[in-house]
T-cell receptor
Framework: GQNIDQPTEMTATEGAIVQINCTYQ??????LFWYQQHAGEAPTFLSY????GLEEKGRFSSFLSRSKGYSYLLLKELQMKDSASYLC?????????FGTGTRLKVLA | DTAVSQTPKYLVTQMGNDKSIKCEQNLGHDTMYWYKQDSKKFLKIMFS???????INETVPNRFSPKSPDKAHLNLHINSLELGDSAVYFC??????????????FGEGSWLTVV
């Protein structure tokens, strides 16, 4: 079966670092996406990991371990505008399977 | 220049009606998708089309009929609307095997409310 798990909600303080975890069990795997979705808006692309390891892009980094079926998104120097849902998605070719998303609340 | 555009953005309609949502992408992508996002914010794939051919149909009721007249368009027609069809419908597109790593680009969403 297809299963992608993320925490439902997280809260962090402005300026802090937060790590959002994602575990997956899927029948096909080409890579893993992270998307950000603000309320009332479409998801926007953050990162795509194909190989194991950490990829850094500014304040955001994403990590993948294919053998463990595990990924995380690391957000540094949190800003109020980072309050959003963060969706983990598995690239299964013609089919991108999304997790339920993690709602991140950044407090002043 | 909107990359993936959907219309209408908002739609309120009565149970039993038939409605359509249109989607167009100007990115030159060969694959298009429809996703449904329910009130719990779970984004679930409904259909995917590659070069106008249906590739994925995720056990969607046959009241939902997608149609792809060409690679740049994927429309969604819904017959006999039910209350449970109320959701946000996102169109998306990408090109598989591209240098951008299969990144999918979403339209702005169509908010459907069935009353």
């Amino acid at each position: 079966g297809q299963n992608i798990d993320q925490p439902t909600e997280m809260t962090a303080t402005e300026g802090a670092i937060v790590q959002i975890n994602c575990t997956y069990q899927t029948s096909g795997f080409n890579g893993l996406f992270w998307y950000q979705q603000h309320a009332g808006e479409a998801p926007t692309f953050l990162s795509y990991n194909v190989l194991d390891g950490l990829e850094e892009k500014g304040r955001f980094s994403s990590f993948l371990s294919r053998s463990k079926g595990y990924s995380y998104l690391l957000l540094k120097e949190l800003q109020m505008k980072d309050s959003a849902s963060y969706l983990c998605a598995v690239d299964g070719t013609y089919k991108y399977i999304f997790g339920t998303g993690t709602r991140l609340k950044v407090l002043a | 220049d909107t990359a993936v555009s959907q219309t209408p953005k908002y739609l309120v309609t009565q149970m039993g009606n038939d409605k359509s949502i249109k989607c167009e992408q100007n990115l030159g992508h060969d694959t298009m998708y429809w996703y449904k996002q329910d009130s719990k914010k779970f984004l679930k794939i409904m259909f995917s089309y590659n070069n106008k051919e249906l590739i994925i149909n995720e056990t969607v009721p046959n009241r939902f009929s997608p149609k792809s007249p060409d690679k740049a368009h994927l429309n969604l027609h819904i017959n006999s609307l039910e209350l449970g069809d109320s959701a946000v419908y996102f169109c998306a597109s990408n090109s598989l095997g591209s240098l951008s790593g299969n990144t999918i680009y979403f339209g702005e969403g169509s908010w459907l409310t069935v009353v």
